[in-house]
Nanobody, 114 residues
Framework: VQLMESGGGLVQAGGSLRLSCAAS????????MAWYRQVPGKQRELVAS???????NYADSVKGRFTISRDNAKNTVYLQMNSLKPEDTAVYYC?????????WGQGTQVTVSS
């Protein structure tokens, strides 16, 4: 399974970006997809997750600003990020859970200037 992220970049504070993550390869089922982020010297943290069924989950720091969604037909997950803040600057990683296996994307840089 390969995960390909796109949509990162440089944006001013208050702006928006939309991240995409497309899964390819042999995938029998996708139980959950999520976005994490990491800044140098800190642990990777969960930003948002979306299960196959059930409610989405968000970190408190992004609630009301970020929206996670998925297109099951395309095996793709999205992260719409609005009202971006400089503290949102990080490398964003896509994560997929299929059965007992977890997969990571290569990451995409998001930089928010003040």
């Amino acid at each position: 399974v390969q995960l390909m992220e796109s949509g990162g970049g440089l944006v001013q504070a208050g702006g928006s970006l939309r991240l995409s993550c497309a899964a390819s390869g042999t995938i029998f089922s996708i139980d959950s997809m999520a976005w994490y982020r990491q800044v140098p010297g800190k642990q990777r943290e969960l930003v948002a997750s979306i299960p196959a069924a059930g409610m989405t989950n968000y970190a408190d720091s992004v609630k009301g600003r970020f929206t996670i969604s998925r297109d099951n037909a395309k095996n793709t997950v999205y992260l719409q990020m609005n009202s971006l803040k400089p503290e949102d600057t990080a490398v964003y990683y896509c994560h997929l859970i299929s059965g007992v296996y977890g997969y990571w994307g290569q990451g995409t840089q998001v930089t928010v200037s003040s």
